[in-house]
C-alpha cells in the first residue's frame, strides 16, 4: 500500500498544480499539430524554427501530434519538420506576428510519396528530443534491405542495433527475453496470452515503421522490463493504391526439382468516402519448403503453410474526431514441425495455429491541443500440436526416436480497455506537457495436454532413465491486470527536457499495487543544436505469463534410473504453489547516450544501458535430498520424491551495454547505417524449469542463450552510377550463441551456457532495377543470401559420450534470391 500512497500523493500534487500553470507573457506562442494526409496525429515530430539571426527553435510533436514553441519576437522563420519514415516538410519563410499563432503541418510517408522511379524530397532524420533513445525502422527500409525470409517482419527486425535474433527466430530486445518486451500494434498490447511472444505475423506491406526503445519512453508503457516494441500500422488514403510482391512461385534444385519457399503478398488500399474514410488492406500467404540436408533422400524436408491479413481503417467523423478499427488474422499449419538434423521426421509434430486481434480507437481533440482517445481490443489464440503417432519417444546420444510425447491444446485470450489524455500544455517554470490515462485487461488461459512418456538411452537401446507422467494436464487460469499513469514532459529551459512520470500497476494473481517511476532528461549544451546527451533511468514491472502459475495444477512426473537392465526405485517430482506472498517481477533501468549530428546529414550515436531485473519467477527445488511424502499426489502410499519445485522471486538478471551507431541517409530513398554493440546478458535462472523439460540442472547460473558479447550489423539501399540500379545489403557479424552439454541421462554437465556456437558472418548482397513496363512501375532484384557461404550451425548434438559430440548442423546456406516486385502504376 506504500507504492498506491506515494502515487496518490503525486497524482493530487499535480492535478492541484495544473489548474495555476499560466503562460508567461511578452512572447509569442506558435502551436500546432503535426498530421499525416489523412488528419491522423503523428507522434515524434521534430519542428525546428530558424529565424534571420540564424537562432534555432525546436519542439517535438506528442502523440496527439500537438506541438507549441515560444518565440522570442515576432519576424520571419524558416520552418522544417522531419519524422523517421516521412519525408520533410519545408518553408523557407513565414512571417509571424501574432500571437497565438497556429500552423498545422502535414507530413507524407516514404509511400505516399513513391509514384515516380525517382523522389526528390528528403527523408527525416532522428528526432533529437527523447529522454530515452529510440531507433525507428521505417517500412521503406524494411522494403530495401535484403535479410533473410524476406517476407518476415520478425527476420527484419534484426536490422535493428539493439534486436538479436536467436537460432529459432526469437526476437531479443537489449538482451532481453522475448516475453520481456512490451509489443503493441496500434498502442494495444500484442504479446501473445498464450506465449507472451511476438507470434503475430503481419507482411511488410502492412507496417509503417517499428518503434524500438530498450527502455519504457514514457509512463504509459508498461509489462516490459526489457523495453518496448512499438508496430504502426500503414493507412490509406484518398488515391488507390495496389501494389503485389513474389506472385511468381519459384522453384529450387537442391536435392532435386522442388517447388521453392513461396510468399506472394500485396496491398490494397483507397478510400471508403474521399477526404472522411480510409481502408488499407494487406494479404500474405507463405509456403516454406524446409530441406535438411543432413538428413537421408525422401526424409528429409517439411512443409510450412501461413497466412495473415490486416484490415485497418481510419474514419474521421468531424476534423477533431477519428475513429480507428482493424482486424488482424492469422493462421499456420505445420506438418512435421521442428525437423533437424537431430529430429527425423517420426519425432516432429503437426502443428495447427490461429489468432484473432481487432482493435476499435476513438480520438477526440479539443482547443489547444488538447485530446482523449479510448479504445478496446481484444486477441485470441489458438495452438494444437498432434505427434506423429503414440509410439515411445526416445533420447540417445545420437538424437531422437520415435514419436513425441505430447498431444496438447491451448487456447488464450486477452481483452484491454484503454484511455489516455492529453492535456494542453502549461507554463510555470517553463513549459509542461501533461497526460495521464489507464488501462484495464482480463487475461484467460485453458489447455487439455496428454503427456506419455520420455525414455533416455544409449544408441545401442542400453535403457538410462525414463520419466513418465500421471496426473491430469486440463485446466484453466484467469487474472485481470489495471494501471493508471501520469507523466510529464517539462521543458524548463529551451535547451533542456526532463520526463516526470509514474505508473501505478495491480494484477489479481499477485495481488498488490505497484509503483513504476520514470525519470528521464535530455539537454543540449548551450551554443550547440546538433548534439544532445540524455539519460534516465526506470522501474519497470513484467508481464504475468499464466503459463507459470498454472503448473502446480499440471502433471506431473516420476523418473526411474537404470543399472544394466535393473530398474530404480521412481522418483517422483511435482511443481508447487509459493508457501507466501509473491512480489512482481521487475527491473532498474539505467541509461546515458549522447548523440551528434556531423556534416552530410551523418548522425552518430553512443550509447551505455544498464538494466538489473530482480524477483523473477523461477521454481527452486525445496529437497536437499530424496524424501517419501505422502498426500501430495495421487499414488499409493508415500512416493519417493526427489524434487518438489516451489514457485519463488528468486530469479535475478543482468543486462550491460555500449553501443556504437553511424546512419545516413541520402538523397531519396538511399541511405545506410552501421552499429556496433558490447554486451553482456547473465541469469541465476538460464533454463526454465518446468514439466516439458526433464533436464537435471544443478547449476542454473550462467549467460542467456541469446548473449552475443560483441555485434555488428550495417545495412544500406546505395545509388550506382546508373539510373535506376541500386546496391542493397545486410551485413552481420557477432559472437556465437552459448549452448550447455548434457551426459546421456539429461544431466546438465557444469553451466549452462558453458559453450559457444562458431562466431556468425552473414552478408546478404543484392543489385536492384526498377523499370516502368505498360504504365507500371516494377522492380527486379536478384543477389544471394550469406554469399561467402560462411557456415552459421544453430544445431549442435550436446551429449557427451556422442560418436557424434558437438558436430554442429543448420544454418543459413549460401543462396540465389530473385524478386518481382510489382508496384503500381506510374
Known amino acids: 500500500m506504500e507504492g498506491l500512497r506515494i502515487g496518490s500523493w503525486i497524482f493530487g500534487f499535480w492535478i492541484a498544480t495544473a489548474g495555476w500553470m499560466v503562460a508567461e507573457a511578452g512572447e509569442i506562442r506558435l502551436s500546432g499539430r503535426?498530421?499525416?494526409?489523412?488528419?491522423?496525429?503523428?507522434?515524434?515530430?521534430?519542428?525546428?524554427?530558424?529565424?534571420?539571426?540564424?537562432?534555432?527553435?525546436?519542439?517535438?510533436?506528442?502523440?496527439?501530434?500537438?506541438?507549441?514553441?515560444?518565440?522570442?519576437?515576432?519576424?520571419?522563420?524558416?520552418?522544417?519538420?522531419?519524422?523517421?519514415?516521412?519525408y520533410v516538410y519545408k518553408l523557407d519563410a513565414l512571417a509571424i506576428q501574432a500571437s497565438p499563432f497556429e500552423l498545422g503541418i502535414t507530413l507524407a510517408g516514404t509511400h505516399e510519396m513513391a509514384t515516380s522511379l525517382e523522389?526528390?524530397?528528403?527523408?527525416?532524420?532522428?528526432?533529437?528530443?527523447?529522454?530515452?533513445?529510440?531507433?525507428?525502422?521505417?517500412?521503406?527500409?524494411?522494403?530495401?534491405?535484403?535479410?533473410?525470409?524476406?517476407?518476415?517482419?520478425?527476420?527484419?527486425?534484426?536490422?535493428?542495433?539493439?534486436?538479436?535474433?536467436?537460432?529459432r527466430g526469437g526476437i531479443h530486445l537489449y538482451g532481453a527475453a522475448e516475453e520481456q518486451t512490451h509489443h503493441s500494434l496500434e498502442g494495444f498490447q500484442l504479446n501473445d496470452p498464450l506465449t507472451g511472444k511476438l507470434e503475430a505475423r503481419l507482411s511488410l506491406e502492412a507496417v509503417e515503421s517499428v518503434d524500438a526503445s530498450p527502455g519504457q519512453p514514457g509512463a504509459e508503457f508498461g509489462r516490459g522490463t526489457g523495453g518496448s516494441l512499438a508496430l504502426h500500422a500503414r493507412k490509406g488514403g484518398d488515391q488507390v493504391r495496389y501494389s503485389a510482391t513474389n506472385f511468381i512461385p519459384g522453384f529450387g534444385t537442391q536435392r532435386g526439382p522442388h517447388l521453392d519457399n513461396w510468399t506472394p503478398r500485396g496491398h490494397i488500399s483507397g478510400p471508403w468516402k474521399r477526404g472522411r474514410a480510409w481502408?488499407?488492406?494487406?494479404?500474405?500467404?507463405?509456403?516454406?519448403?524446409?530441406?535438411?540436408?543432413?538428413?537421408?533422400?525422401?526424409?528429409?524436408?517439411?512443409?510450412?503453410?501461413?497466412?495473415?491479413?490486416?484490415?485497418?481503417?481510419?474514419?474521421?467523423?468531424?476534423?477533431?474526431?477519428?475513429?480507428?478499427?482493424?482486424?488482424?488474422?492469422?493462421?499456420?499449419?505445420?506438418?512435421?514441425?521442428?525437423?533437424?538434423?537431430?529430429?527425423?521426421?517420426?519425432?516432429?509434430?503437426?502443428?495447427?495455429?490461429?489468432?484473432?486481434?481487432?482493435?476499435?480507437?476513438?480520438?477526440?481533440?479539443?482547443?489547444?491541443?488538447?485530446?482523449?482517445?479510448?479504445?478496446?481490443?481484444?486477441?485470441?489464440?489458438?495452438?494444437?500440436?498432434?505427434?506423429?503417432?503414440?509410439?515411445?519417444y526416445i533420447v540417445s546420444e545420437l538424437g531422437r526416436r520415435g514419436n513425441y510425447y505430447a498431444f496438447s491444446n491451448r487456447q488464450a485470450s486477452r481483452d484491454q480497455i484503454l484511455i489516455n489524455s492529453y492535456l494542453p500544455s502549461l507554463q510555470r517554470h517553463g513549459m509542461h506537457q501533461l497526460k495521464a490515462g489507464a488501462d484495464l485487461l482480463r487475461v484467460g488461459y485453458n489447455q487439455d495436454v496428454r503427456r506419455t512418456s520420455i525414455a533416455f538411452s544409449r544408441s545401442n537401446g542400453t535403457p538410462l532413465r525414463s520419466v513418465a507422467y500421471f496426473g491430469s494436464g486440463a485446466l484453466q487460469q484467469g487474472n485481470y491486470e489495471a494501471s493508471a499513469y501520469l507523466q510529464d514532459a517539462w521543458r524548463p529551459r529551451e535547451n533542456l527536457l526532463v520526463d516526470l512520470g509514474l505508473r501505478?500497476?495491480?494484477?489479481?494473481?499477485?495481488?498488490?499495487?505497484?509503483?513504476?517511476?520514470?525519470?528521464?532528461?535530455?539537454?543540449?549544451?548551450?551554443?550547440?543544436?546538433?548534439?544532445?546527451?540524455?539519460?534516465?533511468?526506470?522501474?519497470?514491472?513484467?508481464?504475468?505469463?499464466?503459463?507459470?502459475?498454472?503448473?502446480?495444477?499440471?502433471?506431473?512426473?516420476?523418473?526411474?534410473?537404470?543399472?544394466?537392465?535393473?530398474?530404480?526405485?521412481?522418483?517422483?517430482?511435482?511443481?508447487?504453489?509459493?508457501?507466501?506472498?509473491?512480489?512482481?517481477?521487475?527491473?532498474?533501468?539505467?541509461?546515458?547516450?549522447?548523440e551528434r549530428r556531423l556534416p552530410r546529414r551523418i548522425t552518430a550515436r553512443l550509447q551505455w544501458l544498464q538494466r538489473s531485473g530482480y524477483s523473477g519467477f523461477t521454481y527452486r527445488n525445496s529437497l536437499p535430498e530424496p524424501q517419501r511424502v505422502a498426500d501430495l499426489v495421487d499414488v499409493p502410499g508415500a512416493p519417493l520424491f526427489d524434487s518438489i519445485f516451489?514457485?519463488?522471486?528468486?530469479?535475478?538478471?543482468?543486462?550491460?551495454?555500449?553501443?556504437?551507431?553511424?546512419?545516413?541517409?541520402?538523397?531519396?530513398?538511399?541511405?545506410?547505417?552501421?552499429?556496433?554493440?558490447?554486451?553482456?546478458?547473465?541469469?541465476?535462472?538460464?533454463?526454465?524449469?518446468?514439466?516439458?523439460?526433464?533436464?537435471?540442472?544443478?547449476?542454473?547460473?550462467?549467460?542467456?542463450?541469446?548473449?552475443?558479447?560483441?555485434?555488428?550489423?550495417?545495412?544500406?539501399?546505395?545509388?550506382?552510377?546508373?539510373?535506376?540500379?541500386?546496391?542493397?545489403?545486410l551485413a552481420e557479424c557477432r559472437s556465437g550463441f552459448p549452448f550447455f552439454v548434457q551426459n546421456e541421462r539429461g544431466q546438465v554437465l557444469g553451466s549452462p551456457g558453458s559453450r559457444r556456437f562458431p562466431a556468425f558472418?552473414?552478408?546478404?548482397?543484392?543489385?536492384?532495377?526498377?523499370?516502368?513496363?505498360?504504365?507500371?512501375?516494377?522492380?527486379?532484384?536478384?543477389?544471394?543470401?550469406?554469399?561467402?557461404?560462411?557456415?552459421?550451425?544453430?544445431?549442435?548434438?550436446?551429449?557427451?559420450?556422442?560418436?557424434?559430440?558437438?558436430?554442429?548442423?543448420?544454418?543459413?546456406?549460401?543462396?540465389?534470391?530473385?524478386?518481382?516486385?510489382?508496384?503500381?502504376?506510374?
Open 119 to 167: 523522389v526528390s524530397a528528403e527523408r527525416g532524420t532522428f528526432d533529437m528530443e527523447r529522454s530515452v533513445p529510440e531507433t525507428t525502422l521505417s517500412s521503406r527500409t524494411l522494403f530495401d534491405v535484403p535479410f533473410p525470409n524476406q517476407n518476415s517482419l520478425r527476420s527484419g527486425l534484426r536490422m535493428l542495433p539493439g534486436v538479436v535474433q536467436d537460432g
Open 279 to 392: 481502408f488499407f488492406n494487406s494479404l500474405e500467404l507463405q509456403y516454406v519448403n524446409n530441406i535438411v540436408v543432413d538428413l537421408p533422400r525422401g526424409q528429409d524436408r517439411s512443409g510450412t503453410y501461413r497466412a495473415n491479413n490486416l484490415f485497418h481503417n481510419q474514419i474521421n467523423l468531424t476534423p477533431s474526431n477519428v475513429l480507428t478499427a482493424g482486424f488482424l488474422l492469422n493462421y499456420w499449419f505445420a506438418p512435421r514441425n521442428g525437423l533437424t538434423a537431430l529430429n527425423p521426421i517420426e519425432t516432429t509434430i503437426d502443428r495447427r495455429y490461429r489468432q484473432w486481434i481487432a482493435y476499435f480507437k476513438n480520438q477526440k481533440s479539443f482547443a489547444r491541443g488538447a485530446l482523449i482517445e479510448a479504445g478496446y481490443s481484444f486477441h485470441r489464440s489458438f495452438n494444437r500440436e498432434d505427434p506423429q503417432g503414440d509410439a515411445p
Open 646 to 729: 516451489l514457485l519463488t522471486n528468486d530469479r535475478r538478471e543482468t543486462f550491460n551495454s555500449v553501443e556504437l551507431t553511424v546512419q545516413q541517409p541520402l538523397f531519396a530513398d538511399y541511405e545506410w547505417m552501421a552499429s556496433y554493440t558490447r554486451s553482456r546478458a547473465r541469469s541465476n535462472g538460464v533454463i526454465d524449469t518446468n514439466v516439458d523439460e526433464p533436464l537435471i540442472i544443478n547449476n542454473n547460473r550462467g549467460p542467456l542463450p541469446w548473449d552475443a558479447p560483441n555485434r555488428f550489423v550495417s545495412w544500406g539501399f546505395l545509388p550506382t552510377f546508373w539510373k535506376n540500379w541500386a546496391i542493397a545489403y
Open 504 to 594: 501505478l500497476q495491480w494484477n489479481q494473481i499477485i495481488s498488490a499495487w505497484n509503483a513504476s517511476p520514470r525519470l528521464g532528461f535530455a539537454w543540449m549544451p548551450t551554443g550547440s543544436s546538433s548534439t544532445r546527451i540524455s539519460g534516465g533511468f526506470a522501474r519497470v514491472f513484467d508481464y504475468v505469463n499464466l503459463r507459470t502459475f498454472v503448473r502446480p495444477q499440471d502433471q506431473f512426473t516420476a523418473s526411474t534410473y537404470f543399472d544394466g537392465a535393473d530398474a530404480g526405485v521412481p522418483l517422483f517430482s511435482i511443481f508447487r504453489p509459493p508457501l507466501g506472498r509473491l512480489r512482481s517481477p521487475n527491473a532498474l533501468t539505467w541509461n546515458l547516450g549522447v
Open 34 to 86: 503535426v498530421t499525416d494526409p489523412n488528419g491522423a496525429p503523428i507522434s515524434g515530430a521534430k519542428v525546428v524554427l530558424t529565424s534571420a539571426s540564424q537562432r534555432r527553435f525546436e519542439a517535438e510533436s506528442d502523440p496527439t501530434g500537438a506541438y507549441s514553441l515560444l518565440l522570442p519576437d515576432a519576424g520571419s522563420y524558416a520552418i522544417r519538420a522531419d519524422r523517421e519514415g516521412y
Open 761 to 826: 558472418f552473414e552478408l546478404n548482397l543484392f543489385v536492384e532495377r526498377k523499370v516502368i513496363l505498360r504504365g507500371y512501375r516494377v522492380g527486379l532484384r536478384g543477389g544471394f543470401v550469406n554469399i561467402t557461404g560462411h557456415s552459421n550451425p544453430n544445431v549442435v548434438n550436446n551429449v557427451v559420450g556422442s560418436p557424434n559430440y558437438l558436430q554442429m548442423f543448420g544454418g543459413q546456406r549460401r543462396a540465389f534470391n530473385f524478386r518481382l516486385r510489382f508496384l503500381g502504376k506510374v
